[in-house]
C-alpha cells in the first residue's frame, strides 16, 4: 500500500510506501501498529520544547506498544530495538538552535538535549522498559531494513520502528 505525503521544505509530493508494508517487504510480521495524524490530541512530553516532532514520536510508539502489550506492566522480557526513521529530523528544534546561535543567543539544556532524534528513542525505551539498540536512519525503507538485521543478527527479539516526518508512524515487528 502506497500514498502521496505532502513532505520536505519545499512541500513536494513523495510516494512513501506505508510503514506496515516496507516491515512485511523486509521478512517482518507486524504485531501491532499505531499512528499519530495532524489533528489528534498530541500530549505534550516532559523535558522536550518547542517541537512537535518528539512527542509524534511518543505517541505514535505508545499508541502501537499499547496495542501490543496493554501497558509497560504487560512488556515481557525480550530486546526490543528502538528504529526511528526520518527523512528530515525534527526541523523546529534545528531552526531554534541555528536560530539562537545565528543571533548569538544561548541554546537551552533542552534544546541541546532534543536536538537528536535518539533522544525521544531513551524516552519511549524508559517508559516502557524496552532495553536494545537505538538506530536513527532517514527513510522508512532504511528503518525497516535496520530493524530486520537486528532481529537477524540476534541483536533484538523485536524492533519498534517509528517514521515521523509531518505526523508518526509506528509499528512493532518481529521475524517470522
Wanted: with cysteine.
Amino acid at each position: 500500500m502506497s500514498g502521496a505525503r505532502k513532505g520536505g521544505a519545499q512541500g513536494m509530493l513523495v510516494e512513501v510506501a506505508s510503514l506496515p508494508a516496507l516491515a512485511e517487504g523486509s521478512g517482518l510480521v507486524v504485531r501491532a501498529a499505531g499512528a499519530w495524524r495532524e489533528g489528534d490530541v498530541l500530549p505534550g512530553l516532559p523535558g522536550f520544547i518547542e517541537s512537535p516532532f518528539s512527542p509524534m514520536v511518543a505517541e505514535a510508539a505508545e499508541r502501537c506498544l499499547r496495542l501490543a502489550y496493554c501497558g509497560p506492566e504487560g512488556k515481557p522480557e525480550t530486546t526490543t530495538a528502538i528504529v526511528i526513521a526520518s527523512t528530515l529530523g525534527d526541523v523546529a528544534s534545528a531552526t531554534a538552535v541555528a536560530r539562537a546561535v545565528a543571533t548569538g543567543g544561548r541554546v537551552g539544556p533542552l534544546l541541546f538535549f532534543q536536538a537528536v532524534p535518539n533522544a525521544v528513542a531513551g524516552h519511549v525505551a524508559a517508559r516502557w522498559g524496552l532495553a536494545g539498540p537505538v538506530v536513527c536512519v532517514a527513510s522508512p525503507r532504511a528503518g525497516a531494513e535496520v530493524a530486520a538485521l537486528l532481529i537477524a543478527d540476534g541483536d533484538a527479539a523485536e524492533a519498534l520502528i517509528v517514521h515521523c516526518d509531518q505526523s508518526a508512524d509506528a509499528v512493532l515487528v518481529e521475524a517470522p
